[in-house]
């Protein structure tokens, strides 16, 4: 017994925990694991940083290969996980530190941020955005429009409900004014809390690739060079355009390129895997852009494509069958003529020589990189990564979703790229795992 | 109809409603309404305040249903029902009407329209009400008892998952050793690990838990029931052994593609063979690579064989795993022995994610990758006892090469294993590529159609190890969470059969998609009857009924016509 | 049909090139590479025909002479395969391979072997000289009419026959028709390139690299004019005498800067150096210097009493004209002025 | 109903509002107004606006696709070409 | 009829696919007719005949199904059964002398807000059409 110990009070309250299992991340990695979880009868903390939950993939537009629309999959799973009896949710908070105590309980301290807006008492009516007088780039559109500073994040957000970005908030009071419910509250301050777990799954998803550091590509410069997470909005039916446009001048584009790889299977940019998604949903969005824009020419300019899932390979070739024009050959440097058009020059690996194709939209398809920062929270024990800064899975074949710390689990893409089934797949093997260790503790 | 007592509440929702719907008009319009008991406004319905003010209602005036005209039901019908509950009134004489939406917003442009629509909306909603049933959520007992079917890796991890998580487990191999494929492989790709380790791993794993009983030798014979409740008699050896179970979970695996005859020299030039036979070439040789007693210093590998295949093919799919292990088996043979040149004879690598790694690790090796495309295959040929490669490589603008191989190596992909039997056993259904199939790849993945039949690993469609375990453990996951509790609550919300009225036709046990319809005996006569357990309450039964004597829980065909009845005013 | 011949990489990779089999073939180098065009489509091609072992490709193609190396590939690689690196290497291989001797070969594979010619021809010229007894006069003017039949002898017996091997591979061998008209009309093209190379201005990375190397090209040229012809050490006209420290001091200048760049590794072109890079600079820094140094001796009258100047710029001299001109990097400055050549002959 | 209080004035207390922010809340004022003014007599698409207001291209794209978002705007058929779409005011 | 004589139509509505589109659309305020009423059910395969001619009896002018597509978490078979009914119901109008025409059946995901949209004003208009 190490009964001369001086942390006795804490001690005194460790048998209480406040929850089995605390979920860092709310995107379906996340989502998925509380839910089961949950259904299993553990009691589930759910953190999420952004103001909604859902992730990534609620932003999307249809999903790969089955083209079902990816708001009629995630939000039932989103309302599922918002409404159960078992999980909490809490958003705009960060966790700050985790530490494991010698009772193996994790003690976590997370940020709250205050959203000035009472979440319970907000009824989502958008009377405050009309007031707002300050415009801000709207993140969630991916810049491709405003939103306000008081705003609901997206159309299908859970919460639903408004918050209020102080940064670029003019203190006019005016939404506090107009509120029909009163729910606006200035006075709100950030929050430390501390809770106790018994178990952490790790589901930090992963970034997205920021193609301004290849200079070759002129994103940031190029009006019309868009990242696919851009075009994805603007096939999206909550979509920020009235239909698909260039950025540069609101044309109905008809040349349309992709450039796979982008921030892929590149040493020069650090990231030497394939990101495993972008060949699939770029075909995808091929397809969607031959029927939302039937005259328009779609390129898409590859080095392999990675059609391995089930239906994938189909789907690429019913892509080509369509008209998709498939062109072996990375796209080597852009350049921007006058009228907004650009002049992609390339090798086209079948004839072996340079050629070069004018197109008056290019899209990114930008790849998906590890999103560590999470490493940071774990004060005593390290959660360590791999070469790749995922998180390592010390036992991969046989635990997948164990980690360095014992009582620490991972799912989705925090481990490595990968697409929504297999996700949801990690998820589940995310949360068996923990399960199966909440088992053993009691 | 009986007469009820309703009680109707009419939300401003701050001003979200009331600025374009007269409230008071259309308070003044459903007040005579038959079966009005109560008639209220709130500024806020889903306000605590008010969701007291409405609890304290039902009680006092013992009302038999209430009527919320607010928002979409999609925000708050759980709120209002559990209001219902609160107040010992069943949850189920509920009813929630949409004038925000679909009312004050959608015709915030003709408050006049607005206000007429919501009138008729609220009519509608009480005219459900009025005709609406108690239901109660039953509760079957389940076994928290699964049998996986299949003891490869993934199926003996879906066993010790299951097992940890309290789940007791049958686990039921046909072949008489467990491990699959991968109780025979050698070093694994992306980890330092052997198939054989692996394998014994998780065999002794599954040995330590005393919840989980192994079988070999074993296959189903019969199945009977539903989840929670399944019967099924299991032959072991010569023995027949009746198991109750709740649920399965199907992990059956992949077969090898096995090349045909001709299909690239194989079977009738002798140093033509397939990856499998090559890995395990590779495990048993050391020093030097030997095939037939000759040193092999040129490796040739002819991806897709089997995969990826035209229209005269069965496989138009990728196997997904292979050109990660011929990549694999290459850099082994590299590891291992010296002066073997390696080359690949591929349709573009597909080594997905971190596996690029090991591409990039067989090219720095000297591994030459030469790409063709389906209309132009590689040509093999013998000129004096020699082995030559021939073909168009797309990587070199088209222009033809040629080599000579002491070995081809066919890297073939993955069938589905031949398992009918299983799957109309269990009613599993097949996808067009004839591997398993899930009931959504994204919401849920890892079930089908079939309540309680889960599917994990290879017999999906083709996965790597690590996937593989993935699918298992996520198999587990999803139907520990299921039996857990010893029972299920069943949604009320099914569909009933009027024995009475039917005839036994058979078409609705043809719509059901999830197996609900089973046949009883009703005064002599067979008549159909639902298996409560399946249900969804998805309603497909009941239009295809030629007597109407189906009807689903909560949207009656009193309910609807009254609503019909009631808007058409 | 091409034979595919891995030993070809591993044969390669003795001239300096690594890491090129990495290459995925996805054309970022070719796209990049400004001087790259839809006629002549390079480096990738080369890293495939070097990849797959296709000898007679290379041998037959010009397109590792039409590079300049700026590196922008290989900082564009995804796959850090370093084409430029790589069309360096070959550069040195189609060298060895246009030597009907054999010794370019040798040079480039082998350190020990350069070594031992280097010090081979040192021991030679001190031999001689000691067989003079080292007198100054005497072996001043030796050493000038050495300089004169050296460039006529190595020209006559190794590098024509070397241009016209070249010539074999290039237009003979794979049979392309020339008209003979071609051969005096495209002649413009050789003289330009040669004294101008115009082609490397095509580069994207800067002009000063260009400039650099053409004002050494031109003082290169003019110093051996200097003291071939004009016979600068003997010299007594004060124009002369100037010209040639110009001369001589703008070779070593720029020496200076490229073999500082090669030990910075500031550039991609300099960060991979080879002996035979080494040599090249080296050796071009030392005859700028020695030349200088031995002229300005001659002006303070003091080499009399320091001949080991005059011997250690004969010995550099000597090293350079009998191993760095016929068998070293040297024979770029033909060989590419002879591609464009050859290519407008193609054409 | 009864005013209560208002904390925006309570935060304004500690907090400055940058200039930045400032200047952007202008920039947006003027332009919407300027978009407003230029579409009140008829419908016109982006290139038209552009030229109209002296405003840049993308500039007005953004801004013109914000107030077709907040529902200022709305779309009024396309041009011949099926280039470039028409926007209206709306009231 | 309403009061103001415009044609009414019934929409049925899926509870967790179409219905949510046509919540979308308010929240957008995307207007359409007032005289267009929802009923909302679990999937667009279990509506009957008989409610969709009570409605035409009743006087509404036409019907809408806003079916789930290949969406319908119940499985990929309920678009052709929607159709299946459809087309009973089809028949039943034509025995009655009702146009084809005054029954529809579109696809609409959760946020087909703008599609939806389009698809009942437009089918308003071919109703006002067939009154006048």
């Known amino acids: 017994m190490e009964a001369t110990n001086n942390d006795s009070m804490n001690r005194s309250n460790a048998g209480t925990t406040d929850y089995d299992v605390l979920v860092i991340g709310a995107g379906i990695a996340g989502e998925e694991s509380a839910l089961k979880l949950a259904d299993m009868g553990f009691k589930v903390l759910l953190i999420e940083k952004e103001p909604s939950i859902g992730g990534k993939m609620i932003l999307l537009s249809k999903v790969f290969p089955t083209l079902d629309c990816a708001a009629c999959i995630t939000t039932p799973k989103v309302s599922e996980t918002a409404r159960h009896p078992n999980i909490t949710i809490l958003t705009l908070a960060e966790a700050e530190s985790i530490v494991k105590e010698e009772n193996n309980l994790f003690s976590v301290t997370f940020k709250k941020h205050p959203r000035y807006v009472v979440e319970n008492d907000c009824t989502g009516c958008q009377e405050c955005e009309t007031v707002c007088p300050m415009v801000v780039k709207d993140q969630f559109q991916f810049n491709l429009v405003a939103r306000k500073a008081i705003y609901i994040p997206f159309n299908i957000a859970n919460p639903r409900v408004a918050l209020i970005d102080i940064e670029n908030c003019t203190l006019c009071g005016a939404c506090e004014q107009k509120c029909p419910s009163n729910c606006i509250d200035f006075t709100q301050k950030e929050e430390l809390v501390n809770i106790k777990v018994k178990s952490v799954i790790v589901a930090t998803g992963f970034k997205l690739f920021d193609p301004i550091s290849i200079e070759r590509y002129g994103y940031g410069r190029y009006k019309n060079v868009i990242t696919s997470m851009q075009m994805e909005r603007e096939l999206a039916p909550t979509r920020p355009f009235n239909s698909v446009l260039r950025p540069s001048d609101g044309k109905v584009p008809d040349k349309i390129a992709y450039i796979f790889c982008t921030g892929s299977r590149d040493h020069t940019v650090g990231n030497p895997i394939c990101s495993q998604v972008c060949c699939m949903y770029s075909t995808k969005q091929a397809q969607l852009l031959m029927g939302a824009l039937p005259m328009a020419d779609i390129s898409l300019y590859y080095i392999n494509i990675r059609a391995f899932g089930k239906g994938f390979n189909e789907f690429y070739m019913q892509a080509k069958d369509m008209g998709a024009n498939y062109v072996k050959g990375k796209i080597g440097s852009i350049s921007e003529k006058e009228n907004g058009n650009l002049i992609l020059r390339y090798e086209d690996i079948v004839t072996g020589k340079v050629t070069e194709k004018e197109h008056d939209l290019v899209v990114l398809s930008v790849g998906l990189l590890a999103n560590h920062e999470i490493t940071k929270v774990f004060k005593n024990e390290k959660l360590e990564l791999d070469a790749l800064k995922y998180i390592k899975q010390p036992d991969l074949l046989q635990s997948p979703a164990t980690t360095s710390i014992k009582g620490v689990f991972v799912a989705g893409t925090a481990t490595s790229p990968m697409d929504i089934p297999d996700t949801i797949m990690s998820a589940g093997a995310a949360a068996s795992e923990t399960s199966g260790y909440l088992n053993q503790w009691s | ?569 | 049909m091409a034979t595919i011949n891995p030993e070809f990489g591993k044969e390669l990779k003795k001239y300096g090139a690594f890491d090129f089999n990495a290459c995925y073939n996805c054309g970022t180098c070719t796209s990049v590479c400004s001087l790259s065009t839809e006629e002549n489509s390079f480096p990738r091609e080369m890293v495939r025909c070097s990849a797959v072992g296709d000898e007679d490709a290379i041998k037959e193609s010009l397109k590792p002479w039409l590079c300049y190396y700026c590196g922008e590939c290989t900082t564009s690689c995804p796959r850090e395969a370093k084409p430029g690196e790589l069309m360096m290497s070959l550069r040195r291989y189609l060298t060895a391979a246009y030597d009907w001797t054999g010794l370019s070969g040798l040079l480039y594979k082998s350190l020990p072997v350069s070594i031992i010619a280097f010090i081979s021809v040192a021991i030679g010229v001190i031999w001689y000289s000691a067989s003079q007894q080292f007198e100054v006069e005497k072996i001043m003017h030796i050493g000038h009419y050495f300089e004169m039949f050296a460039i006529a002898g190595v020209f006559a017996v190794i590098l024509l026959p070397n241009l016209i091997r070249m010539w074999y591979f290039v237009i003979l061998k794979p049979k392309v028709k020339v008209p003979f008209k071609s051969y005096i009309t495209s002649l413009g093209e050789l003289f330009v390139h040669m004294f101008t190379q115009k082609r490397s201005l095509g580069c994207d990375d800067n002009q000063v690299r260009w400039f650099e190397h053409f004002i050494l090209v031109i003082g290169y040229l003019s110093l051996l004019f200097t003291t071939v012809f004009l016979d600068w050490f003997s010299a007594t006209n004060l124009l002369v005498i100037i010209l040639g420290y110009v001369e001589s001091a703008i070779i070593f200048i720029v020496t200076v800067d490229f073999v500082s760049g090669r030990i910075k590794k500031n550039k991609e072109v300099s960060k991979n150096s080879q002996p035979s890079d080494w040599f090249f600079v080296i050796w071009l820094l030392l005859m700028g210097l020695t030349a200088f140094l031995v002229r300005l001796f001659i002006d303070l009258k003091i080499l009399e009493y320091n001949f080991w100047m005059y011997l250690f710029h004969w010995i550099v001299l000597a090293q350079w004209a009998l191993l760095i001109v016929p068998f070293g990097k040297w024979t770029h400055f033909l060989y590419r002025s002879f591609a464009m050549y050859m290519e407008k002959l193609k054409a | 109903m009864e005013k209560k209080i208002r904390t925006v004035n309570i935060l304004k207390e500690t907090r400055k509002v940058s200039e930045h922010v400032n200047e952007e809340r202008k920039k947006y004022i003027q332009i919407r107004k300027t978009l407003r003014e230029a579409l009140k007599e008829e419908s016109k698409s982006i290139p038209q606006l552009a030229v109209d207001t002296n405003l840049p291209l993308p500039d007005v794209t953004y801004y013109l696709m914000t107030l077709l978002k907040f529902g200022e705007v709305a779309v009024d058929g396309i041009d011949d070409m099926d280039e470039y779409y028409f926007y209206k005011l709306i009231k | 009829m309403a009061s103001n004589g415009q044609p009414k139509i019934l929409v049925f509505s899926t509870e967790k696919i179409s219905d949510p589109a046509l919540d979308l659309a308010g929240l957008l305020k995307k207007h359409y007719p007032f005289t267009i009423y929802t009923i909302s059910v679990p999937c667009s395969s279990c509506i009957k005949p008989r409610w969709i001619m009570r409605a035409f009896d009743k006087g509404f002018s036409g019907v809408f199904i806003a079916a789930d597509g290949t969406d319908c978490s119940y499985g990929e078979s309920c678009g052709e059964k929607t159709s299946q009914v459809v087309t009973t119901t089809h028949q039943l109008m034509r025995d009655k002398g009702l146009k084809p025409s005054q029954l529809k059946m579109a696809a609409i995901c959760s946020v087909c807000a703008e599609p939806v949209v389009k698809h009942l004003t437009g089918f308003m208009k071919e109703l006002e059409k067939m009154q006048s």
């Open chain 2, 1 to 569: 109809m009986t007469k009820k007592k309703i009680g109707v509440y009419v939300c401003h929702c701050g001003g979200n409603i009331s600025d374009y719907v007269d409230i008071e008009k259309v308070k003044e319009a459903v007040k005579d309404e038959a079966n009005v008991y109560l008639l209220k406004n709130t500024l806020f319905a889903c306000s605590d305040s008010s969701q007291k003010e409405m609890v304290a209602d039902i009680q006092t005036n013992e009302l038999d249903a209430i009527v919320v005209a607010s928002c979409s039901p999609k925000l708050h019908v759980p709120t209002f029902r559990g209001v219902a509950q609160r107040a010992g009134m069943n949850p189920y004489n509920y009813v929630q009407v949409n004038i925000r939406e679909q009312g004050s917003w959608a015709h915030s442009d003709n408050p006049k329209g607005a206000t007429e629509k919501a009138i008729l909306l609220v009519k509608a909603g009480i005219a459900r009400a009025a005709e609406s049933e108690a239901l109660t959520s039953s509760k079957i007992p389940a076994a928290n008892v699964v049998a996986v079917i299949g003891a490869g890796v993934g199926g003996m991890r879906s066993a010790i998952a299951l097992a940890d998580m309290g789940t007791e487990v049958y686990l039921i191999e046909k072949e008489k050793n467990v491990g699959g494929h991968v109780a025979n492989f050698g070093s694994l790709f992306t980890t330092d690990k052997m198939g054989y380790e692996l394998s014994a791993n998780l065999l002794s794993e599954v040995k330590k838990r005393e919840n989980i009983k192994l079988f070999t030798n074993a296959e189903i014979v019969e199945k009977k029931g539903s989840i929670g409740n399944f019967d099924i008699q299991v032959k072991v050896d010569n023995d027949v052994l009746p198991l109750h179970v709740g649920a399965f979970v199907v992990n059956t695996g992949f077969d090898s593609y096995q090349p045909q005859q001709g299909e690239y020299g194989f079977g009738e030039q002798t140093n033509v063979i397939t990856l499998p036979e090559f890995k395990k070439l590779i495990d048993n040789s050391s020093e030097r690579l030997i095939f037939n007693g000759k040193a092999i210093k040129k490796v040739a590998y002819i991806y897709c064989v089997g995969s990826r295949q035209n229209d005269e093919g069965d496989n138009k799919y990728c196997s997904r795993y292979c050109c990660t292990a011929a990549i694999h088996a290459s850099v082994q043979v590299n590891k291992k022995f010296k002066d073997v040149t390696n080359l690949h004879f591929n349709r573009g690598i597909r080594t997905y994610g971190k596996q690029e790694l090991l591409y990039e690790e067989s090219s720095k090796n000297g591994d030459i990758y030469l790409q063709f495309s389906l209309d132009s295959i590689p040509e093999i040929t013998q000129k004096g006892g020699k082995t030559f490669v021939k073909v168009k490589d797309i990587l070199s603008a088209g222009k033809e090469v040629e080599t000579e191989a002491d070995l081809v190596v066919l890297v073939t992909g993955m069938v589905p294993r031949e398992n009918s039997k299983l799957a109309s056993q269990l009613k599993i259904p097949v996808g067009r590529d004839n591997f398993f199939n899930e009931i959504h790849m994204k919401l849920r993945p890892v079930e089908t159609v079939i309540d309680g039949v889960l599917i994990a690993g290879t017999c999906q469609s083709p996965k790597n190890i690590l996937e593989t375990m993935n699918s298992s453990m996520a198999a587990a996951a999803k139907i520990n969470s299921v039996l857990t509790k010893g029972e299920m609550t069943l949604d009320p919300t099914l569909a009933k059969i009027n024995p009475s009225q039917c005839t036994w036709c058979g078409k609705c046990a043809e719509a059901c998609p999830f197996d609900a319809i089973i046949q009883t005996e009703f005064d002599g006569r067979i008549v159909a009857k639902i298996n409560e357990a399946n249900c969804k309450g998805c309603g497909m039964c009941t239009p295809v009924c030629p007597t109407d004597a189906i009807d689903l829980a909560g949207f009656t065909n009193a309910q609807i016509e009254g609503m019909i009845d009631a808007l058409a005013e």
